[in-house]
Every structure is written in C-alpha cells, then in structure tokens.
C-alpha cells in the first residue's frame, strides 16, 4: 500500500510539472485570434494601423499607473501563474530565480476605441549560476551573477484567459553595472 502511495505521488509531481501555464476561459480562442491581429496591426514601435490602438496604463520603473487596484491585482495574479512555467523552460537551465514575479509593465489594446485586452510584461530577479559555486543555498548565490528573467503574455479584459506572447519567451539579462 505504501509503495503504491508513493508511486501516485511521483506521477503527480511528474503530471504537474509538465502544466502550461496558458488559460484559455471562454472565448479564448476569439481573444487569442484578436491579439495577433493586434500584434500585426501594431508591428510599428509608434503607430498602430486602424482599426487598432494601444496605450501603456502601467510602469513598474517610472510608477506610472492608470489602472483601477483591482484590474492591476488581476494582471499581476496572471504574471504569477504564467512565470510558473519557467521551472520548466529557462530555470532548467543555469539560472536560479528568487520567485517573486513583479508586473512590470501593462499596454492595453483597443480596437475601434473599445479595449479587447492588455499585453503584460512582467520578470522575476534570478541569478545565472552556470559559473560560479552555487550548492542550492540562497546564500551561495552571492558569487553568481545577478539578472532577471523577463516575459511576455496576453491577457483578456475579464483576466480568464492569457497566453505567452510568442514573440517574447522568458529570457534571462544581466543587470547592468
């Protein structure tokens, strides 16, 4: 009984690292068609084609916000859920991240002045630890070289779907000295 006790947990802990932090609610797949055809529309860094617009509401860096506490808490609790994936994408690889996601950034998109979604930027701290004396121990991560991990997702204006930008998956950059 014990043997088969630890058996169903070790093919839950498998199942569940293999999760896609993507959620599609409903209409999913009508918002995910919207943002590409935002995307394309707004390929230009400063003008979006008709009937497309877009507008930053929020800016962790400059503490620009023009976004109601629920919405942003909604936006945030998405960051959360999609950097989740990360422990089976980029933190497989030389990087360690401290776990606590910030939004970083938030541009709604509107068509025709109507708002269809938010495209959301947000990243973790982490440390690369391929080059240095890393044991697992958040104090051997002193020696490591510091950095973030940063990406990317789409999120629809009631929050119950969302989805990796496919242009922008997670990447890891040094902060600058």
């Not at 932090?21 to 009508?30: E, F, I, L, P, Y």
Request: hydrophobic share 35%.
């Amino acid at each position: 009984m014990l043997h088969k006790i630890k058996w169903f947990l070790v093919a839950s802990l498998m199942t569940s690292s293999f999760a896609w932090a993507d959620r599609m609610g409903q209409d999913g797949d009508k918002f995910y068609e919207e943002a590409a055809r935002f995307e394309h529309a707004c390929k230009a860094a400063s003008e979006c084609q008709a009937p497309y617009s877009r507008k930053i509401v929020y800016n962790q860096k400059t503490r620009f916000n023009q976004m109601p506490l629920d919405i942003r808490n909604e936006l945030k609790r998405a960051a959360f859920a999609q950097a989740q994936i990360w422990g089976d994408t980029i933190l497989e690889g030389d990087y360690q991240a401290a776990g606590r996601t910030r939004l970083d950034a938030v541009e709604a998109f509107y068509k025709n002045d109507a708002i269809v979604g938010y495209k959301i930027t947000y990243s973790e701290k982490a440390w690369y630890v391929g080059n240095c004396a890393f044991d697992g121990t958040r104090e051997s991560l002193k020696d490591c070289k510091e950095g973030r991990i940063t990406e990317s997702s789409f999120v629809s204006p009631d929050a119950q779907t969302y989805f990796t930008d496919e242009e922008k998956y997670a990447e890891f950059s040094f902060l600058k000295n």
